[in-house]
Antibody, heavy 120, light 110 residues
Framework: QVQLVQSGAEVKKPGASVKVSCEASGYTFTSYVMHWVRQAPGQRLEWMGWINPGNGNTKYSQNFQGRVTITTDTSASTAYMELSSLRSEGTAVYYC?????????????WGQGTLVTVSS | QSALTQPASVSGSPGQSITISCTGTSSDIGSYNLVSWYQQHPGKAPKLIIYEGTKRPSGVSNRFSGSKSGKAASLTISGLQAEDEADYYCCSYAGSDTWVFGGGTKLTVL
């Protein structure tokens, strides 16, 4: 069965960077695009960007452009999301989500989420 | 990219039906038939319940249905049950390989 397992919670100081991982299993990792979604406490879901593990292509939301980097290690079937210059409002749960095949543009499997707390 | 517009909250009694609206623009919902809906219980990851505006994944109750007209989409839940109490988010493809979520709607089952 498809599983996306994310790394554990992190506490970071303002200005620091964080790198969250998402290990995929149960399917061919390089055949599906992986997205990252942020959710601040009590707030809405916010799309951050995606990576195509098959060719390394990426696309980022303008809201995070320049601060977010999404990468993969295909040998480990793992996607990573690195967010730099963290601010206190960066405290949020970060989810990885697999995009469905074809052009249906929906997220069929999600990781369990990783809480990143930004605090001095 | 602005968030899609959803009501902050809706409520209904068990057995009733409710509808959650999701309003976008000509750049997202109005241009693509690629609206999806997600259910999120507190402390849990979102779960897909509707895709391509009207389709249900296998395993999702047929009490959930979706529709789309112009720049707006809707999610209807019929025969409300206590376990339906959750947050619901719409999401649309927004062109240029980008996506946009709605502001979320908290459903309370009275």
């Amino acid at each position: 069965q498809v599983q996306l397992v994310q790394s554990g919670a992190e506490v970071k100081k303002p200005g620091a960077s964080v790198k969250v991982s998402c290990e995929a299993s149960g399917y061919t990792f390089t055949s599906y695009v992986m997205h990252w979604v942020r959710q601040a406490p009590g707030q809405r879901l916010e799309w951050m960007g995606w990576i195509n593990p098959g060719n390394g292509n990426t696309k980022y939301s303008q809201n995070f452009q320049g601060r977010v980097t999404i990468t993969t290690d295909t040998s480990a079937s793992t996607a990573y999301m690195e967010l730099s210059s963290l601010r206190s409002e960066g405290t949020a749960v970060y989810y990885c989500a697999r995009e469905s095949r074809g052009s249906s543009a929906y997220f069929d499997y999600w990781g369990q989420g990783t809480l990143v707390t930004v605090s001095s | 990219q602005s968030a899609l517009t959803q009501p902050a909250s809706v409520s209904g009694s068990p057995g009733q039906s409710i509808t959650i609206s999701c309003t976008g623009t000509s750049s997202d919902i109005g241009s693509y038939n690629l609206v999806s809906w997600y259910q999120q219980h507190p402390g849990k990851a979102p779960k897909l319940i509707i895709y391509e505006g009207t389709k249900r994944p296998s395993g999702v109750s047929n009490r959930f249905s979706g529709s789309k007209s112009g720049k707006a989409a809707s999610l209807t839940i019929s025969g409300l049950q206590a376990e339906d109490e959750a947050d619901y988010y719409c999401c649309s493809y927004a062109g240029s390989d980008t996506w946009v979520f709605g502001g979320g709607t908290k459903l309370t089952v009275l």
